[in-house]
């Protein structure tokens, strides 16, 4: 037989095996597709941000379509919108979502505060912290080099005189800028209603922190004395205030001595 002839057929010979193998084989070890997690999976965002509390869209969908929760308001970014299509794909009621948005609680900018030295390296807020806290005079606030930016992918914040600043009618809530943020300086607080907030994390003594930052808590109590309703209290000389228990009567904001706490909300009118 010519060489050639037979090297041709040889080899068609072990392609033609090989192909039967890997038919075979696709069919033995064929995972099992679940078409409602697919059906689920398709109607969400596609964000994979986590803020569901699941490994990204697919484990959400993964985790309805098994029943390991019936929750169908879980993802923040996709709305009520999405709400609406996992629950009508469930033959559920469609449960309410909260518009959320995120908050920087630093006014910190370059008015406020100073530096303690110049930072060259790495232009990121993860690296630069571990070196002394940062170069900012308040080791609390915001470094503005724009992790949280960089990490959101709907372009809702941007860094405005040392500060990061967002854009509530831009962000969906995904709390990836939470999770970016090494200062932890990022909360959510509800979008269309007014909710006062102490826009501060220094949790250093009076003196200190209104040296470190103009616009720092100190701790001194105004605010919960002012408070009629018991939304705001003071530990490790820090102000915080409980949204469910706020009214925004801005009675707290009013005596302030260093202006940190604002009342946050579109229904407000003023944003961070």
């Not at 095996?17 to 033995?28: C, D, N, Q, R, T």
């Not at 979502?97 to 790495?122: E, I, Q, S, W």
């Not at 943020?181 to 509800?190: A, F, G, M, Y």
């Amino acid at each position: 037989m010519n060489p050639i002839l037979l090297s041709v057929l040889i080899v068609a010979a072990i392609g033609l095996l090989a192909g039967l193998g890997l038919a075979i084989a696709s069919i033995v070890m064929a995972v099992p597709v679940d078409e409602k997690a697919e059906a689920l999976e398709a109607v969400l965002p596609g964000a994979n941000c986590g803020a569901c509390g699941f490994s990204g869209c697919s484990g959400y969908a993964k985790a309805l379509s098994e029943g390991k929760t019936t929750q169908t308001a879980l993802c923040a970014p996709g709305g009520s919108e999405a709400a609406k299509a996992v629950a009508a794909l469930l033959g559920l009621s469609a449960e309410n979502v909260v518009p959320m948005a995120a908050t920087v609680l630093c006014r910190g900018n370059h008015t406020n505060t100073g530096t303690k030295f110049d930072y060259a390296g790495v232009q990121s807020c993860k690296m630069a912290t571990q070196l002394f806290g940062g170069s900012s005079l308040c080791s609390y606030g915001c470094l503005g080099y724009g992790d949280c930016a960089a990490a959101c992918p709907y372009g809702a914040i941007t860094v405005c005189e040392g500060v990061a600043q967002v854009n509530p009618m831009l962000c969906r809530a995904c709390k990836l800028c939470v999770k970016a943020c090494p200062k932890q300086l990022i909360t959510l607080l509800p979008l269309h209603e007014a909710k006062a907030a102490v826009l501060c994390r220094n949790k250093d003594k009076g003196g200190p922190a209104r040296k470190a930052c103009k616009a720092s808590c100190i701790g001194c109590m105004r605010c919960v004395k002012a408070c009629e309703y018991g939304a705001v209290t003071v530990r490790n000389n820090l102000a915080s205030i409980d949204p469910a228990k706020c009214t925004a009567c801005g009675k707290c904001m009013g005596v302030c001595p260093s202006g940190c706490i604002r009342l946050l909300g579109t229904t407000a009118g003023v944003q961070s």
